[in-house]
């Protein structure tokens, strides 16, 4: 919770309690590899409880940027805030509150499972001992085997664990489902679902699997050419993003009299252009106009 100070009607100095920060305020930021410039100004803000999805194409930039908003990638400028604290100063406490799982697996190789569950838990104060040990058993990780011996998904999945384990407020999963099999997806997206978000956790996750995305992500963030491009409700965009197929002075006035937003124009023949666009007012019935699902979103808005 921020908190002011202000003058109180007695004259004397009263605490005031404000809106919860941000568990991530992200401004301005830009990031490149030699000359290439991967974010471009990116402003990003994700409050508390919000369960947001990160879609792009490859290499649009998913990876750099939840490095980047962890504080292990260095930005050529702009801010990183995670919970209202700069992320370069950020305390250990805070630091406690956040749980990430890389794509690449970042785990030690030559400790087993449970070795490296229990060097983690001395770092952080809300380790939950017994929600990692059930989800080691249902999820059928073996303690005792080296990490280099365990399969890519069995990785993956003590990845989940250590992030989870600790009950973080912030869930950074950067493609956490990519090695895993269809009971492995389903098995992680329940827990993500039934005891991660019922917590209130703000949860950030990149994927390609679209359909994983349906089942949890209440918001999508699209990020292209270095920024966000659209965030929003997933049901809200489907519900009020439209592709409309006509002539440039036909969809210009279809535009203007549903005061409708206009995302992408290409042209399709002489004298015939695709506009995608955004009815923030409801989409009219309207032959014109063809609906959407995520599929088409995604290869249309990223
Ligand atoms: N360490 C690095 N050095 C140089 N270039 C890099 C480095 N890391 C990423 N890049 C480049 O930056 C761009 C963005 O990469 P990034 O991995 O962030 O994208 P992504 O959206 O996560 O991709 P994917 O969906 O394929 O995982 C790519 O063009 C990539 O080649």
């Known amino acids: 919770m921020n908190t002011s100070l202000s003058i109180a009607a007695d004259g004397g100095l009263a605490l005031q309690a404000g809106a919860p920060a941000a568990s991530v305020q992200l401004r301005g930021l830009c990031l490149s590899y030699g000359g290439q410039s991967v974010l471009q100004g ?34 050529d400028a702009g801010e990183v805030k995670l919970f209202g604290q700069s992320v370069a100063g ?115 996750f990149s994927t390609h699997i679209l359909s994983d995305l349906e089942r949890v992500a209440f918001n999508v963030a699209f990020l292209k050419e270095g920024r966000i491009a659209c965030q929003a409700p997933l049901e ?22 549903h005061g409708a937003q206009l995302l992408r124009r290409g042209a399709l023949a002489p004298g015939q252009e695709q506009w995608l666009l955004r009815f923030t007012q409801g989409a009219p019935a309207d032959a014109r106009l063809r609906a959407l699902n995520l599929e088409d979103l995604f290869m249309e808005l990223s």
Request: charged letters at 25%; a negative charge; proline letters at 5%.
């Open 42 to 75: 990116l402003d990003w803000a994700l409050q508390p409880g919000q369960v947001i999805g990160l879609l792009g194409r490859n290499g649009a930039g998913k990876t750099s940027l939840l490095e980047s908003l962890l504080g292990l990638r260095e930005p």
């Open 90 to 204: 950020l305390d250990d406490g805070l630091r406690s509150r956040i749980g990430y799982v890389p794509q690449q697996s970042d785990l030690f190789e030559g400790f087993t499972a449970g070795q490296l569950l229990a060097y983690f838990r001395s770092f952080y104060p809300r380790w939950n001992e017994a929600k990692v040990e059930g989800l080691m058993s249902r999820w059928e990780v073996p303690r005792d085997r080296l990490i280099a011996k365990l399969s890519g998904g069995q990785q993956q999945r003590l990845s989940i664990i250590r992030a989870l384990a600790h009950e973080p407020d912030l869930l950074v999963l950067d493609e956490p489902v990519a090695s895993l099999d269809p009971a492995g997806r389903r098995d992680f997206l329940r827990e993500l679902v039934e005891r991660v978000l019922d917590r209130g956790t703000t949860v950030v």
């Open 236 to 257: 809200e965009l489907l519900d009020q993003v439209r592709i409309a197929v006509g002539s440039p002075v036909e969809l210009q006035s279809l535009q203007a009299v």
